[in-house]
């Protein structure tokens, strides 16, 4: 089992940056593939990006790709979501995630608000 805590949201103004934070527990966090994701209001949640368990392979969405950069540090437990240039259309709460994604390890995730 593996238990998920989402920081590093906020209100940005477009062109701006955030970093955010996926803090595991558990002692098999490195076995894992991760994945971050993201749910705009009234729309599915979607994939953003996702990183294997050595970080070595990385995958990104289209709409995210050149500006969104995933990574981890296994000593930490932590995933983290550079994220640069940010668009009004990237606004939503995002979670981090194993990769493929597993319904009990949903977070409370952090929002992400881009004003225009």
């Known amino acids: 089992q593996v238990q998920l805590v989402e920081s590093g949201g906020g209100l940005v103004q477009a062109g701006g940056s955030l970093r955010l934070s996926c803090a595991a527990s558990g002692r098999t966090f490195s076995s894992y593939d991760m994945g971050w994701y993201r749910q705009a209001p009234e729309k599915e949640r979607e994939f953003v990006a996702a990183?294997?368990?050595?970080?070595?392979?990385?995958y990104y969405a289209d709409s995210v790709k050149g500006r969104f950069t995933i990574s981890r540090d296994n000593a930490k437990n932590t995933v983290y979501l550079q994220m640069n240039g940010l668009k009004p259309e990237d606004t939503a709460i995002y979670y981090c995630?194993?990769?493929?994604?597993?319904?009990?390890?949903w977070g409370q995730g952090t929002q992400v608000t881009v004003s225009s």
């Open positions: 990183i294997s368990w050595s970080g070595v392979s990385t």
């Open positions: 995630n194993v990769d493929p994604p597993r319904s009990g390890y």
